[in-house]
């Protein structure tokens, strides 16, 4: 079945003419050629993919094209042009909590909707908000102390 699904993408209007079944993982990598959601385990635990839709992370690989109607998602390519994008970076980058990079999308990801949620977070929220990301090059202290350094910097950002 076709479906016309209209939805809201990086602050720009989509019209999507397919399978409603169709992953958002795929329609962003294959469709829209936004290569920073990446594909990691397909089964939506490792936050690779995360996109934040109405204001909450979430694994693109477990999402059905049918279901984002009306929605309004922010991938890394919109965040990345933001100033809370910078200030998170910044922060991530003065602690090393960036190694290769392929999970970085996904945790930047998270780390906004952590901080949105709560500027000024404990440690213990923070590792809470950030366990549906998996990382294997930094362990997770320089990335959890970079969020918390972000919220100290953000000067009212969130």
């Not at 939506?44 to 109405?54: F, N, P, S, T, Y």
Request: with cysteine.
């Amino acid at each position: 079945m076709i479906d016309i699904i209209k939805f809201n993408l990086n602050d720009k209007e989509i019209s999507y003419t397919g399978s409603a079944s169709a992953r958002l993982l795929d329609f962003l990598r294959d469709e829209k050629k936004m290569t920073g959601t990446k594909c990691g385990c397909k089964e939506g635990e490792c936050g690779a993919c995360c996109v934040i839709i109405d204001g909450k992370t979430v694994n693109s690989c477990l999402v059905a094209m049918g279901s984002i109607h009306g929605a309004s998602i922010i991938t890394i390519e919109g965040y990345s042009k933001t100033e809370r994008f910078e200030t998170l970076s910044k922060a991530f980058e003065s602690v090393s909590a960036i190694q290769c990079g392929f999970c970085m999308p996904g945790m930047l990801l998270s780390s906004e909707c952590i901080l949105d949620g709560n500027p000024k977070p404990s440690e213990t929220i923070v590792r809470e908000g950030l366990s549906g990301n998996l990382c294997r090059c930094t362990g997770y202290n320089s990335i959890v102390k970079a969020v918390l350094k972000a919220s100290e910097k953000g000067g009212g950002l969130w």
